[in-house]
């Protein structure tokens, strides 16, 4: 059988501060939410494109280095997930971001495999990165 959607749930003490970056600053499109007893709350939203990139530990440490310029980005878990968002210009995205409440980790850096990658904590403590891809021209 093959699998027709993939959700990434992310757990955060600060919902509506997660809920006003991801849909709000980021732009995700809210698809649904519901609320159950006890205050609990969920919104599903969607963006237009998704992958899931599988990565061992020594190449989440090779893009922690190459995003931030150092070794030991701290990690809350053992298991680490970062959430990548393409975008059109990662300069611009990075410093709206900032405005609309996440924190710098690093500003944009060229990689070596061509994108412009800017690493942010959104709100609700998730570590995201913001990445272009860069034309031929732009290397």
Known sequence: MTVSQLRLVLET??????????????GLREREAFAEEDG???HILEVPSATLELAN?????????VETGRE?????????VRV???VAD???ASSEWVAGG????????QTPWRSLNARLEAPGGMQVTAFQELRPDQV
């Open 13 to 26: 003490d600060d919902l509506d501060a997660a809920l006003a970056f991801y849909r709000d600053v980021l």
């Open 40 to 42: 609990a709350r969920v």
């Open 57 to 65: 530990p020594q190449q989440v440490r090779y893009i922690d280095r």
């Open 72 to 80: 030991g980005v701290a990690h809350a878990y053992p298991l680490t």
């Open 84 to 86: 990548a968002f393409e």
């Open 90 to 92: 990662a300069a611009t």
């Open 102 to 109: 996440a924190q710098q980790v690093a500003p944009p850096v």
